[in-house]
T-cell receptor, first 110, second 114 residues
Framework: GQQVQQSPASLVLQEGENAELQCNFS?????MQWFYQRPEGSLVSLFY???GTKQSGRLTSTTVIKERRSSLHISSSQITDSGTYLC????????????FGAGTKLTIKP | NSKVIQTPRYLVKGQGQKAKMRCIPE?????VFWYQQNKNNEFKFLIN????????QIDMTEKRFSAECPSNSPCSLEIQSSEAGDSALYLC????????????FGEGTRLSVL
């Protein structure tokens, strides 16, 4: 079965609202990595978060290993936040592996 | 700015043609991954290397793809005989193989097979 389940698949918000993106993972992991994928495909790494909470500007990532979940919170969303956000589970048990979620397409409307 | 360099950014091939893409990993990173993101935005792991040796690869990669990571040369991924279904974004990543270090991704090569 799918090891990383990302939700919601799409999210439409008004500018200024907060966005909450979720990832649940089915196996143990070493870290969760969050990306923003540009329209042309390149990935921008937002957070590499093994556990706990990390913040960068309006973005906050929280990973709770025991509950097998990670979230990305965007506060006071802006139109330029629109795009696809991906979470990826990074495991390293003798063979490092990265497993991606299906992505959340975020649309921020004026 | 990405520290993993992928070339070319865009690649257009006819069906049956060879398609080759390259990746220069971050200096000092022993582990290199290749992923394929298809038109449904689904990521598929293709192959990974550690210090030039293949660690793991999927069946498709074994049969129609060839990949290598020679020392002192760029890593490469080559599709021997391109098919329409190979049209996708191919992402290369490299890693230090340490738990507290994030893998770094290149900007990708977008392959279109006509």
């Amino acid at each position: 079965g799918q090891q990383v389940q990302q939700s919601p698949a799409s999210l439409v918000l008004q500018e200024g609202e907060n966005a909450e993106l979720q990832c649940n993972f089915s196996t143990s992991l070493n870290s969760m990595q969050w990306f923003y994928q540009r329209p042309e495909g390149s990935l921008v790494s937002l957070f590499y978060n093994p556990s706990g909470t990390k913040q960068s500007g309006r973005l906050t990532s929280t990973t709770v290993i025991k509950e097998r979940r990670s979230s990305l919170h965007i506060s006071s969303s802006q139109i330029t936040d629109s795009g696809t956000y991906l979470c990826a589970m990074v495991t390293n048990y003798g063979n490092e592996k990265i497993t991606f979620g299906a992505g959340t397409k975020l649309t921020i409307k004026p | 700015n990405s520290k993993v360099i992928q070339t070319p950014r865009y690649l257009v091939k006819g069906q049956g043609q060879k398609a080759k893409m390259r990746c220069i990993p971050e200096k000092g990173h022993p582990v290199v991954f290749w992923y394929q993101q298809n038109k449904n935005n689904e990521f598929k792991f293709l192959i990974n290397f550690q210090n030039q040796e293949v660690l793991q690869q999927i069946d498709m990669t074994e049969k129609r793809f060839s990949a290598e990571c020679p020392s002192n040369s760029p890593c490469s991924l080559e599709i021997q005989s391109s098919e329409a279904g190979d049209s996708a974004l191919y992402l290369c990543a490299s890693s230090l193989f340490r738990n507290n270090q994030a893998p770094l991704f290149g900007e990708g090569t977008r392959l279109s097979v006509l």
